[in-house]
């Protein structure tokens, strides 16, 4: 079983930055991926952006101009640096933990954290 805790959620002003870290802990495959999710009120889960063990990453064409993710794989933890934050960027912001490659797909197994809300006012 694996505990995935999200943190650094909160309120910033359109253009501004914001910066969210994941940490997984548990029994962690030594090949997974971790990745970051969000939705909006009224909206259906979307993927944003995900980083493999080995380095590969994955990022939403809607985000990818803004948005880097990284990792440190010897802490099991992931951030999502996020620049030039629009409102439409507002939403619960998931992070998510795969004992395989698959975390880019969202019927992929594996385990949810609680989310941290992210709201960018214009």
């Known amino acids: 079983q694996v505990h995935v805790v999200e943190s650094g959620g909160g309120l910033v002003q359109a253009g501004g930055s914001l910066r969210l870290s994941c940490a997984a802990s548990?029994?962690?495959?030594?090949?997974?991926?971790m990745g970051w999710y969000r939705q909006a009120p009224g909206k259906q889960r979307d993927f944003v952006a995900t980083?493999?063990?080995?380095?590969?990453?994955i990022i939403a064409d809607s985000v990818k101009e803004r948005f880097t993710i990284s990792r440190d794989g010897a802490k099991n933890t992931v951030d999502l640096q996020m620049n030039s934050l629009k409102p439409e960027d507002t939403a619960v912001y998931y992070c998510?933990?795969?004992?395989?490659?698959?975390?880019?797909?969202?019927?992929?197994?594996?385990?949810w954290g609680q989310g941290t809300q992210v709201t960018v006012s214009s």
């Open positions: 548990g029994s962690i495959s030594s090949s997974n991926s």
């Open positions: 998510k933990y795969c004992p395989n490659y698959a975390c880019h797909l969202p019927s992929s197994f594996g385990s």
């Open positions: 980083m493999t063990s080995g380095g590969g990453t």
